[in-house]
């Protein structure tokens, strides 16, 4: 029987490959211009997700840059709004980019993400299937601490 | 042995989850059964859309999760519940398996036990591991009640077993805590015999305000007949029992029976929601033993937020609207 693997926190997750994650990164962060994702670690005490990551559309043509939910480059005039479950992040076309969700339990937070990410050479890495997130390439599927704190967690 | 690092397993009974707290109480026995055998915790989860709960167990000190989210198990179904846990038992192999003796538990866990050709202590009061043998010591009442059995499962696993509610004490929740999930593939199931067309609690007016661990108790600030009712529904819905003070009762709101404080009964449950009373000390002395005690009142003044663990100004009776197409929603 084939059996999946992963992390569970008891503050908050995000839903990815159907599975919970505490966090996880595609791509590498620490690169200057490539594709990233990176869905942080949140740790108790805060109750929103921590998103950062270099977007690119279907044709590798760089969009925006967000930063901890911030866009910080945004060459291609993407519109950053929020909502009252998170924020999104879509083209002047109306086309969203990415969508963060996060529904609240009496104990804790889950984070849903919705989205078609394409890295810089315009393929697919991260898709909507179902109510979760697929994802498509190399990443690091669990985070145990936060990233952006200098730890690189570790994939179980 | 267990394949996995969790030897001692707990079935995850998420019905009416914050008032059924008899898988967390299980987990913290599993916790210290674990420590014995030198083992982990594992606690099995069906259902669908049940991430809430994994969170739960991992903060209340599951060590591994054990989830099979699939929308065919949505609801607790005897029959496809014992397919998927028996094929799990019979691929992780844990040493023990227990199970809350809730209406769920007592009907799953006999099934299951069967299937796996293995023993279940039913009810039991007391689990311990024999520092000998490292058997589970499954202690239950025999003989109707004027006896408590030792039992053991020496040859077959898991050695299985159901405990009452409230034997055990859980665990504090730990934000920080994590949990391994497993997600083992889920068997393909038997078709449903039985379809769940729709669900519904059975509304008991019979007070048993000594017993619950949830009571609504309302006051003159229900404002009518018709306005204090709706508290039974509201008790209902949180499968508590409604209490009523001085001048409710004297309103013919409520009978006699339900009249707490110094001329009508004490009570100490777990939580009391206060709605529309003033908190005058002849009632107030009557709650004073209560774990939480929520007010709900128009006057910020009132002397009921003095005792209040959380207080609420508003009108009462929109209040309680409000709580009741919620939970009718949670439902």
Redesign the interface.
């Known amino acids: 029987m084939e059996t999946k693997r992963s992390l569970v926190s008891a503050h908050h997750n995000y839903m990815v490959n159907g599975m919970l994650t505490p966090g996880f990164v595609l791509g590498e962060p620490e690169g200057k211009d490539g594709f990233y994702f990176l869905a942080d670690m949140v740790l108790p005490g805060e109750s929103t997700p921590r998103i950062s990551g270099r977007f690119f559309d279907e044709n590798g043509v760089f969009l925006f840059e967000l930063v901890w939910n911030r866009l910080t480059r945004n060459p291609s005039r993407c519109v950053h709004k929020a909502i009252p479950t998170g924020f999104q992040v879509y083209r002047v076309s109306g086309e969203t980019v990415l969508k963060v969700s996060t529904g609240r339990f009496p104990n804790g937070y889950l984070t849903f993400l919705e989205g078609r990410l394409f890295d810089s050479m315009g393929t697919i890495r991260m898709e909507q299937e179902g109510q979760g997130t697929k994802i498509n390439g190399d990443a690091l599927l669990v985070l145990s601490s936060p990233y952006q704190n200098g730890s690189e967690g570790n994939n179980d | 042995m267990d394949s996995t690092g969790a030897g001692v397993w707990v079935f995850g009974d998420y019905a009416d989850y ?1 008032q059924n707290r008899v898988t967390l109480q299980l987990i913290a026995k599993a916790k210290s059964l674990a420590k014995v055998l030198e083992t982990g915790v594992g606690v099995v989860v069906l259902g669908e859309g049940v ?2 709960y ?3 167990y ?2 209340h000190g599951a060590d591994m ?1 054990f989830i099979a ?1 699939h929308p065919d198990l949505k609801d607790y179904d005897v029959e496809l519940f014992t397919s998927v846990t028996a ?1 799990w038992v019979e ?1 992780f192999s844990p040493e023990i398996f227990l199970a809350g003796a809730t209406p769920f538990g007592r009907e799953f866990f006999p099934r299951l036990a069967k299937r796996l050709k293995t023993g279940l202590s039913a009810d039991c009061v007391a689990l311990e591991i024999d520092p000998e043998t490292g058997l589970l010591v499954q202690t239950t009442p025999a003989f109707g009640g004027e006896l408590l059995a030792d039992i053991v499962t020496p040859e077959h696993r898991p050695q299985m077993a159901t405990v009452h509610p409230g034997i055990f004490k859980e665990l504090q ?13 889920v068997p393909s199931l038997p078709s449903r015999k039985i379809e769940l067309i729709r669900r519904r609690r059975e509304r008991s007016r019979k007070a048993s305000l000594k017993e619950a661990k949830v009571v609504v108790v309302g006051g003159k600030g229900m404002g009518s007949a018709a306005g204090f009712e709706k508290l039974f529904h509201l008790a209902e819905l949180l499968e508590g029992e409604v209490g009523a003070t001085r001048p409710a009762v004297t309103a013919g709101w409520a009978g006699e029976e339900r009249l707490l404080g110094q001329t009508g009964k004490n009570i100490k449950p777990r939580l009391v929601i206060s709605i529309g009373t003033s908190g005058a000390i002849q009632y107030t002395a009557g709650i004073q033993g209560s774990e939480v005690v929520i007010a709900i009142n128009r006057d910020h003044r009132a002397p009921i937020f003095g005792m209040a663990d959380l207080g609420l100004v508003g009108d009462a009776q929109s209040i309680v609207n409000l709580l009741i197409e919620e939970l009718n929603r949670r439902i």
């Not at chain 2, 929740?173 to 593939?185: E, R």
């Open positions: 914050f991430s809430q994994v969170m739960e991992a903060a999760i989210d094929s691929l929740h730990d934000p920080f805590a994590t949990a391994v999930v497993v997600y083992p593939q």
